[in-house]
């Protein structure tokens, strides 16, 4: 018996040519386009939050800085947080190479690095680079400071202590030893100056002047920094403004809105 393989009932297979690459459907590359839309909308908040909040921590650490320089400076000069003598701005007596203590000038050394003297937030600080009055954070000045006895009754009022020397209205100063209740008296904040949409050397909390001075400024998702003469370094929104001493009843919302009179 012979077995014969020239007729084998299984067909040949056929092989097609066919390219080494894949074309994508327009609908494939639209739910492509729609995912990753979906997750871009989805990661910049978290984004746009996280850089947010680095910025406020480089600001209190800005803050604190400021707070530290200034404390450094009274310990070398009697006592004297300089807020403005003899016509310069705590920026300029604290980050210059010159210490200027009450009653006259001694060669001395920068405390703080300009730097520290800007909040990050603060899209205007550039213009510190040609005033040391704008761009900066502010030190707080208090109402009535056209003459002695009206400093000294808005002291009185807020029961903060003896607290400031006084010589006139462009130059002043304070003692961190006569703080009363240093652990609530507010110093340097972030601040803005309407005209100029920066911050400023000085703010107010308790006069109604409009938007013609310097107002705390809500730099941080709707609360700002502040620096306390205890040294500690605090956040505070609008809810928190009636709690404060003084009261804060003037603020800017944020970098980019007029003043708001409560």
């Known amino acids: 018996m012979s077995i014969s393989f020239q007729n084998t009932r299984f067909p040949r297979r056929k092989f097609s040519v066919r390219p080494s690459f894949l074309y994508f459907s327009l609908i494939e590359l639209l739910i492509v386009i729609a995912i990753i839309a979906i997750l871009a909308g989805m990661l910049l908040p978290a984004l746009n939050r996280a850089r947010e909040s680095a910025m406020s921590a480089q600001c209190s650490s800005n803050l604190k800085q400021c707070i530290a320089g200034s404390q450094l400076y009274a310990n070398d000069f009697g006592d004297v947080l ?7 701005p705590w920026v300029k007596t604290l980050t210059a190479n010159l210490g200027i203590p009450v009653g ?21 600080s550039h213009q510190y680079l040609t005033s040391t009055t704008r761009g900066t954070y502010g030190l707080w000045r208090f109402a009535g400071d056209s003459t002695r006895e009206k400093v000294n009754t808005c002291l009185d009022n807020y029961k903060l202590g003896n607290i400031l020397g006084w010589e006139s209205s462009a130059t002043y100063w304070f003692y ?8 609530i008296t507010m110093l340097f904040a972030d ?5 100029t949409r920066s911050g400023h050397w000085m703010w107010r909390a308790d006069t109604a002047a409009g938007n013609v ?3 705390f400024c809500l730099r941080h998702s709707h609360r700002g920094n502040i620096a306390y003469g205890d040294g500690h370094i ?3 929104g609008r809810n928190e403004f009636g709690t404060c001493t003084p009261q804060i009843l003037r603020f800017h919302p944020d970098g980019d809105s ?3 009179i409560l």
């Open 82 to 88: 300089p807020a403005y003598l003899n016509g310069d």
């Open 104 to 124: 006259g000038k001694i060669q001395g050394t920068s405390y703080i690095s300009p730097k520290v003297v800007r909040c990050p937030a603060d899209r205007n």
């Open 176 to 183: 961190f030893s006569k703080m009363k209740r240093a652990s």
């Open 191 to 195: 601040t803005l100056y309407w005209s």
């Open 213 to 215: 001075e310097a107002a």
């Open 234 to 236: 605090g956040q505070i």
């Open 258 to 260: 007029d003043i708001i």
